[in-house]
């Protein structure tokens, strides 16, 4: 009795150990066959060079400080006629915070005015105030996006004057009279207090700039074709001033220059009369259209460029000397992990993991040419994908978008989910 009932539990301990060891078994191929993807999406990889640029612009002096405390009118970067008022100078620093409260308060009060005026409902239109409100907010979000905040100002005014706008046409009144008397109110104060100025004026038409750096000669705008490595060099070492006794500066043309060194490998790469790209990091600036301007005679393995630039605002022009990206080569096509791009051969299906040497095997006769390709999920069923590599950085590459089938493979197509992770890659192959 004792016997068998021994014989029975080593039997219960085998079953037991049986069915841990078959579990296992099923959670150890459940883990090792869990595949992961990343979606193939379309991207533009650059190449680029880092460069350290000098930037020259055709500015010249306003005109000699008169004494006291200078107010800018304009914002840098703006438009401005020959013997438009750019700034006032007031004797001391209170009278010139006054100055500059005083017109602020106008200009709020005249935005006030005009929205207290959209009484007329016939006058305003519910579908252009709509397309007004989006159109703003999107020229809001890319200033933001691109750290431009030149225009912000503008563009936050704008969107209140439209949103205000719109609760006029809905509501029929929008009432501002209190603010409107508030200003009244602080501009009389603000009059009384009799601030004296004097008027500064553009010599010329241009682009304003209120900052000056003592750098406006260091390279002269009309001997830019004269540029040289050393000089360059020379520039870029070049130290800001401060206290020049100057009211200003007025860009006279609309054409400025990015003036740098690069290695005389690229001279191929440049030709006077190119349009090119840079960004420009520090300022979130990106694909800025450039022209090759002047390419300096090589000296040390380096050339000299300029290139010009027509955009403006006040972001540019305040620019001297920054660091920028001229960009030499792009890449479109898409991003797949390195790691997912394997060798098919067809002839035996067998793929080779370029990493890992991973391989499945079955044989056929037929001796077809090998292929790079990716494996992608679709339900349940792997798919090889042919893949041209054009780019890689390593970890990632960037992938023909325009491949055609081969050999009864059908290329890799955007938003496929290509297997980042799996074992027993094979073409056909059910993981269900």
């Known amino acids: 009795m004792i016997k068998d009932k021994k014989w029975l539990n080593t039997i219960c301990m085998l079953i037991i150990v049986a069915v841990m060891v078959y579990l296992f078994q099923d959670v150890f ?60 100078v007031c004797k001391d620093e209170k009278e010139a ?24 409902l016939d006058a305003l239109d519910m579908q252009k105030l709509n397309k007004d409100i989006d159109s703003a907010y999107s020229k809001f979000l890319t200033l933001t996006n691109s750290r431009d905040y030149s225009g912000l100002k503008d563009c936050i005014n704008e969107l209140e004057d439209s949103l205000a706008s719109k609760q006029v046409l809905k509501d029929g009144t929008i009432n501002i009279d209190s603010k409107i ?31 000056i750096d003592g750098c406006e000669t260091t390279i002269k705008y009309d001997e830019i074709s004269k540029i040289t490595v050393s000089g360059v060099e020379n520039a870029l070492k070049a130290t800001p001033s401060t206290g020049i006794d100057k009211t200003g500066k007025i860009v006279a043309s609309y054409k400025w220059y990015i003036v740098a060194n690069v290695e005389s490998k690229y001279s191929k790469l440049l030709e006077k009369g190119d349009f090119l790209k840079v960004n420009i990091p520090e300022y979130g600036y990106e694909n800025v259209t450039v022209v090759v301007e002047y390419i300096s005679a ?135």
Not at 98 to 112: P, V
Not at 374 to 387: E, K, P, Q, T
């Open 29 to 88: 191929k459940t883990n090792m066959n869990r595949y992961e993807t990343e979606l193939a999406d379309e991207v533009t990889v650059q190449d680029v060079v880092n460069l350290d640029a000098f930037i020259v612009r055709d500015e010249q002096y306003i005109k000699e400080a008169s004494k006291g405390i200078f107010v800018p009118l304009v914002s840098d970067g703006d438009r401005v006629a020959s013997g438009d008022a750019v700034a006032r």
């Open 97 to 120: 915070a006054a100055f500059a409260e005083l017109e602020e308060a106008r200009k709020i009060r005249d935005r006030y005015v005009r929205l207290s005026e959209q009484t007329e």
């Open 181 to 211: 008397e508030a200003l009244d109110k602080r501009i009389t104060e603000l009059e009384a207090k009799n601030i004296s100025t004097d008027n500064v004026l553009a010599p010329l038409s241009g682009y304003y700039i209120n900052n």
């Open 298 to 432: 090589e000296k040390d393995g380096k050339i000299a460029v300029a290139l010009s630039c027509n955009a403006m605002n006040e972001t540019y022009a305040n620019m001297r000397i920054e660091r920028v990206e001229l960009v030499v080569g792009e890449h479109t096509g898409y991003k797949v992990k390195t790691s997912a791009i394997h060798t098919y051969d067809p002839s035996a299906q067998t793929t080779t993991n370029n990493k890992n040497d991973e391989t499945t095997s079955t044989t056929t006769t037929a001796k077809p040419e090998k292929m790079t390709v990716v494996y992608i999920l679709r339900g349940n069923v792997m798919n090889a994908r042919r893949v041209e590599v054009i780019y890689t950085d390593g970890d990632y590459s960037i992938v023909r978008s325009d491949s055609e089938s081969s050999q009864g493979i059908k290329p890799i197509k955007r938003y496929d989910e290509v297997i980042v992770k799996g074992r027993d890659l094979k073409n056909g192959r059910s993981i269900g």
